[in-house]
């Protein structure tokens, strides 16, 4: 986290789901799991994330429900404060300020008003050093609590929150560090430990990965880094402890847990197989396999309804106790990284970068939802390590998002370069990309960047690439076949190069009148219309990295950045150098909505940014140590909204928001602390309600048909009678309990007759109607002289009373005394019985 003055750096949207276990509420119907600086509330039905609690200013490493109220839950947080909150509200309740940050958080119903905690051991500066520590929390009606007494439980414990558990209710607290298992009697307060070696005789690693306590026997399950599970009986006495050993896994066992009645045992691993052994019956297995990615936890619902896996890839299965996914949560795939820029879809206003293995996803940043994954490859992905497969390493889309263009390659170490050009067209129907084009070995070499032409006005849609074989190709959308069969398609319109140099990037402008393309250390400028080379740019040695042309009212400038540490400025318009400065940028990017552009600069191990315009020398705004590493990923997300902010320093997050991902693939962002205060002020909200589902009863009493209904009103034909569902009298009889009221056929028939208009009223009304019209014409025939004269008196007579009160049409005064005649005595008398 860094924080100066009005902006900070933030984990929005995109945050790991899967870094700490999740947790299933009492009843099963939520599932609440640490996601960036805030919690998740998940509905286990309907997958929707239904509460936001937020308020750390850290990363949140733990959630644990509060053993003496299943309504309340705990988040711990690295910003050294543990917080209380009504997760089905989604109230914070209390915080408590503990002052050191916390590393995973434990409690249990034998120690009341009590919670234990991991946090770095206070003796030892370095980091690497943990304790367990018991917090006893005050008592106090203060909604901010200075909690700051800790007591030293155990010393040298691992960080990972697996190596912990309590057992029997909280006699005893089981820690694995290493080599080494230790258990803690609190009656006893006495500790035993029980060392293995490192290997065992068959060459396995004895490691321990994670801990797991029988809730009704003594019984601790370890699972260790060769596969292996053991499970430790007789562990109160020293010398006479013994263990058995269970072996599925091939790999490291990553997660334990114990079902609440103590029946069966789940585990889980690299194998992304989820493994139920029975207790005492150990060669009883059940299997759940091809759960698509490795298992890093496990959870059981406390009813034992459910169980759930985390995986690797961002992702928490919901699975029944019948061993069968119900439900799966996707979050944003995490790779071990991004070959593809970030990018934004200009149709869904989704993030989109490389997903699964050969696959694009479309991620939501203002929901914080995956939407779907689009297969680029289209070949099964085989999980073995040292094979070379298909992989997706560029990505671009046209201004409007109607077309797709992805670059996809394999390199083997005989065989020569394998790449593919595919251009994907978006399908009205079926609201998805389909493939177009596939161009099988676009260039002799590696492609080094793509583009889109994005002027709106252009006639046809082109694309540019670059490649290490010294050339760079325009592709062009060609004019639709004389067949019908067959669509548009795409062709090569130019193959350039320049001096046998290797072209490193290129980029169109706003207009699409010019192509940049940067051979080495000289930028060439070419005109898409003609092809012809237009003029040649040059600067200090060294090559050039990124090119960016200028928008808006900066279209005249085109800028660079260099090998040897420089941020070039050229002007168009005279074909000159503008301004150069020293810095070692590591990515460029202009923002689509405005003037700015964001540098992002490496020093001394840290990334800094700054934000300019390329017309002014001073930057709007710059901030240093944004993040440890190298940025290499970013991308500006226009807002459905523009925020109105008058801060200078933040004016440059009006239009759009700038996300980054750092080298640990966090996805991190810029806000402001109005912007805060407004999440803040939503995310307390009463929205439970939108947990329910949508049954007609629902909509019938629900607050969207009465919000219809308000609105429908006053366009509302006079012919047709408004449904009274939403009145009081109908609301007070569908939500009385069913065993006071009449039977069901004494209330029907009078219930149903109420709503409808009866046929001979209207019949007579129309009668009435008709004998009035005449009578009214023959009035007007014998009065035709007398017209002149009262009409003026009549007008002024009318526009009078309409000033006073706004006068009934004859469909409504019909309409009035129509109501007045229909009989609603039943219901008066079964309100007051």
Same mark, same amino acid.
């Given at each position: 986290?860094?924080?100066?003055?009005?902006?900070?750096?933030?984990?929005?949207?995109?945050?790991?789901?899967?870094?700490?276990?999740?947790?299933?509420?009492?009843?099963?119907?939520?599932?609440?799991?640490?996601?960036?600086?805030?919690?998740?509330?998940?509905?286990t039905s309907t997958e929707e994330c239904i509460h936001d609690l937020r308020g750390h200013t850290e990363l949140v490493t733990g959630v644990l429900l509060r053993p003496s109220n299943h309504?309340?839950?705990?988040?711990?947080?690295?910003?050294?404060?543990?917080?209380?909150?009504?997760?089905?509200?989604?109230?914070?309740?209390?915080?408590?300020?503990?002052?050191?940050?916390?590393?995973?958080?434990?409690?249990?119903?034998?120690?009341?008003?009590?919670?234990?905690?991991?946090?770095?051991?206070?003796?030892?500066?370095?980091?690497?050093?943990?304790?367990?520590?018991?917090?006893?929390?005050?008592?106090?009606?203060?909604?901010?609590?200075?909690?700051?007494?800790?007591?030293?439980?155990?010393?040298?414990?691992?960080?990972?929150?697996?190596?912990?558990?309590?057992?029997?209710?909280g006699e005893y607290i089981a820690s694995a560090n290493g080599l080494q298992l230790e258990v803690y009697f609190f009656k006893k307060q006495k500790a035993y430990r029980f060392p293995l070696?490192?290997?065992?005789?068959?060459?396995?690693?004895?490691?321990?990965?994670?801990?797991?306590?029988?809730?009704?026997?003594?019984?601790?399950?370890?699972?260790?880094?060769?596969?292996?599970?053991?499970?430790?009986?007789?562990?109160?006495?020293?010398?006479?402890?013994?263990?058995?050993?269970?072996?599925?896994?091939?790999?490291?066992?990553?997660?334990?847990?114990?079902?609440?009645?103590?029946?069966?045992?789940?585990?889980?691993?690299?194998?992304?197989?989820?493994?139920?052994?029975?207790?005492?019956?150990?060669?009883?297995?059940?299997?759940?396999?091809?759960?698509?990615?490795?298992?890093?936890?496990?959870?059981?619902?406390?009813?034992?309804?459910?169980?759930?896996?985390?995986?690797?890839?961002?992702?928490?299965?919901?699975?029944?106790?019948?061993?069968?996914?119900?439900?799966?949560?996707?979050?944003?795939?995490?790779?071990?990284?991004?070959?593809?820029?970030?990018?934004?879809?200009?149709?869904?206003?989704?993030?989109?970068?490389?997903?699964?293995?050969?696959?694009?996803?479309?991620?939501?940043?203002?929901?914080?939802?995956?939407?779907?994954?689009?297969?680029?490859?289209?070949?099964?992905?085989?999980?073995?390590?040292?094979?070379?497969?298909?992989?997706?390493?560029?990505?671009?889309?046209?201004?409007?998002?109607?077309?797709?263009?992805?670059?996809?390659?394999?390199?083997?170490?005989?065989?020569?370069?394998?790449?593919?050009?595919?251009?994907?067209?978006?399908?009205?129907?079926?609201?998805?990309?389909?493939?177009?084009?596939?161009?099988?070995?676009?260039?002799?070499?590696?492609?080094?960047?793509?583009?889109?032409?994005?002027?709106?006005?252009?006639?046809?849609?082109?694309?540019?690439?670059?490649?290490?074989?010294?050339?760079?190709?325009?592709?062009?959308?060609?004019?639709?076949?004389?067949?019908?069969?067959?669509?548009?398609?795409?062709?090569?319109?130019?193959?350039?190069?320049?001096?046998?140099?290797?072209?490193?990037?290129?980029?169109?402008?706003?207009?699409?009148?010019?192509?940049?393309?940067?051979?080495?250390?000289?930028?060439?400028?070419?005109?898409?219309?003609?092809?012809?080379?237009?003029?040649?740019?040059?600067?200090?040695?060294?090559?050039?990295?990124?090119?960016?042309?200028?928008?808006?009212?900066?279209?005249?400038?085109?800028?660079?950045?260099?090998?040897?540490?420089?941020?070039?400025?050229?002007?168009?318009?005279?074909?000159?150098?503008?301004?150069?400065?020293?810095?070692?940028?590591?990515?460029?990017?202009?923002?689509?909505?405005?003037?700015?552009?964001?540098?992002?600069?490496?020093?001394?191990?840290?990334?800094?940014?700054?934000?300019?315009?390329?017309?002014?020398?001073?930057?709007?705004?710059?901030?240093?140590?944004?993040?440890?590493?190298?940025?290499?990923?970013?991308?500006?997300?226009?807002? /459905? $909204?523009?925020? !109105?902010?008058?801060? #200078? =320093? &933040?004016?440059?997050?009006?239009? @759009?928001?700038?996300?980054?991902? *750092?080298?640990?693939?966090?996805?991190?962002?810029?806000?402001?602390?109005?912007?805060?205060?407004?999440?803040?002020?939503?995310?307390?909200?009463?929205?439970?309600?939108?947990?329910?589902?949508?049954?007609?009863?629902?909509?019938?009493?629900?607050?969207?048909?009465?919000?219809?209904?308000?609105?429908?009103?006053?366009?509302?034909?006079?012919?047709?009678?408004?449904?009274?569902?939403?009145?009081?009298?109908?609301?007070?009889?569908?939500?009385?309990?069913?065993?006071?009221?009449?039977?069901?056929?004494?209330?029907?028939?009078?219930?149903?007759?109420?709503?409808?208009?009866?046929?001979?009223?209207?019949?007579?009304?129309?009668?009435?109607?008709?004998?009035?019209?005449?009578?009214?014409?023959? /009035? $007007?025939?014998? !009065?035709?002289?007398? #017209? =002149? &004269?009262?009409?003026?008196?009549? @007008?002024?007579?009318?526009?009078? *009373?309409?000033?006073?009160?706004?006068?009934?049409?004859?469909?409504?005064?019909?309409?009035?005394?129509?109501?007045?005649?229909?009989?609603?005595?039943?219901?008066?008398?079964?309100?007051?019985?």
């Amino acid at each position: 986290m860094v924080e100066h003055g009005e902006i900070r750096v933030v984990h929005r949207g995109g945050s790991k789901l899967t870094s700490r276990d999740p947790v299933f509420s009492s009843d099963s119907r939520f599932l609440l799991c640490a996601s960036g600086e805030c919690v998740k509330v998940f509905s286990t039905s309907t997958e929707e994330c239904i509460h936001d609690l937020r308020g750390h200013t850290e990363l949140v490493t733990g959630v644990l429900l509060r053993p003496s109220n299943h309504l309340q839950v705990y988040s711990c947080s690295a910003d050294g404060t543990v917080r209380l909150w009504d997760f089905t509200d989604g109230i914070l309740i209390k915080t408590y300020v503990i002052g050191y940050p916390i590393y995973s958080i434990y409690a249990s119903a034998n120690h009341e008003g009590v919670i234990f905690l991991v946090t770095p051991a206070q003796s030892d500066k370095r980091s690497e050093m943990f304790q367990l520590v018991a917090v006893q929390l005050p008592q106090s009606g203060d909604q901010l609590v200075e909690a700051r007494e800790l007591s030293a439980v155990l010393s040298d414990v691992s960080s990972n929150p697996a190596a912990i558990v309590f057992g029997r209710g909280g006699e005893y607290i089981a820690s694995a560090n290493g080599l080494q298992l230790e258990v803690y009697f609190f009656k006893k307060q006495k500790a035993y430990r029980f060392p293995l070696k490192e290997d065992n005789k068959k060459g396995g690693k004895n490691t321990f990965m994670c801990v797991a306590c029988h809730p009704k026997d003594d019984c601790i399950a370890t699972g260790h880094e060769d596969g292996k599970i053991r499970l430790w009986r007789n562990f109160n006495h020293k010398k006479e402890y013994t263990y058995s050993t269970l072996h599925w896994h091939h790999s490291a066992v990553s997660s334990l847990c114990f079902t609440p009645e103590g029946t069966n045992l789940l585990s889980g691993g690299i194998e992304s197989v989820l493994v139920q052994w029975r207790y005492n019956q150990e060669s009883q297995r059940d299997f759940l396999p091809r759960l698509g990615a490795a298992i890093t936890h496990i959870a059981v619902s406390p009813d034992g309804a459910l169980f759930c896996t985390s995986h690797s890839d961002n992702k928490i299965t919901i699975i029944q106790s019948c061993v069968k996914v119900s439900a799966v949560i996707q979050g944003l795939v995490k790779g071990e990284s991004v070959r593809t820029d970030l990018m934004m879809d200009p149709r869904s206003k989704s993030l989109v970068l490389n997903g699964k293995p050969g696959h694009l996803q479309f991620y939501s940043l203002q929901r914080d939802k995956l939407l779907y994954n689009l297969d680029i490859v289209q070949q099964e992905y085989i999980h073995e390590s040292g094979l070379q497969q298909f992989e997706v390493v560029k990505a671009a889309f046209n201004a409007s998002g109607n077309w797709l263009a992805t670059v996809e390659e394999r390199k083997q170490k005989a065989a020569e370069l394998e790449l593919n050009l595919k251009l994907w067209a978006y399908d009205e129907q079926t609201q998805s990309f389909v493939l177009n084009t596939t161009i099988s070995a676009p260039h002799e070499a590696q492609i080094t960047a793509m583009c889109f032409c994005h002027a709106a006005d252009s006639q046809t849609t082109m694309l540019a690439s670059t490649s290490k074989d010294g050339h760079f190709k325009a592709w062009q959308l060609a004019a639709q076949a004389h067949t019908e069969d067959e669509g548009p398609s795409w062709s090569c319109d130019f193959v350039g190069a320049y001096h046998d140099l290797v072209p490193e990037c290129c980029c169109f402008s706003a207009d699409g009148s010019l192509l940049a393309v940067s051979f080495q250390e000289v930028v060439t400028v070419w005109s898409p219309a003609s092809w012809e080379l237009l003029t040649t740019l040059s600067q200090p040695p060294g090559a050039i990295r990124d090119l960016c042309f200028g928008r808006l009212s900066c279209s005249k400038y085109l800028l660079g950045t260099s090998a040897n540490n420089l941020l070039c400025c050229w002007n168009l318009l005279t074909c000159s150098l503008e301004w150069s400065t020293s810095m070692d940028v590591s990515l460029l990017l202009a923002d689509p909505l405005s003037e700015n552009m964001a540098a992002f600069c490496c020093q001394a191990g840290c990334t800094d940014l700054f934000v300019f315009k390329p017309s002014e020398p001073r930057p709007l705004f710059s901030r240093k140590e944004v993040c440890s590493g190298k940025v290499t990923r970013a991308v500006f997300a226009p807002r /459905e $909204e523009m925020l !109105e902010s008058c801060e #200078e =320093s &933040s004016q440059w997050l009006n239009h @759009s928001q700038l996300y980054f991902l *750092t080298q640990y693939m966090d996805l991190m962002t810029f806000t402001t602390k109005a912007e805060e205060d407004r999440l803040m002020a939503s995310s307390k909200q009463l929205v439970i309600d939108d947990s329910v589902a949508m049954t007609p009863f629902y909509l019938l009493l629900g607050k969207h048909r009465q919000q219809e209904n308000q609105d429908s009103l006053g366009g509302m034909s006079a012919e047709r009678t408004p449904l009274p569902q939403g009145s009081v009298a109908i609301r007070e009889l569908l939500q009385t309990p069913a065993h006071v009221l009449p039977s069901t056929s004494y209330l029907c028939s009078m219930f149903v007759q109420s709503l409808l208009i009866s046929v001979t009223d209207t019949r007579e009304e129309n009668k009435h109607t008709e004998e009035e019209m005449e009578s009214e014409k023959e /009035e $007007e025939d014998s !009065e035709g002289e007398m #017209e =002149s &004269s009262t009409r003026p008196k009549e @007008s002024l007579e009318s526009e009078a *009373t309409e000033s006073a009160a706004p006068a009934l049409t004859k469909a409504q005064a019909r309409e009035l005394r129509r109501v007045k005649k229909l009989d609603h005595s039943w219901l008066a008398g079964l309100l007051d019985s």
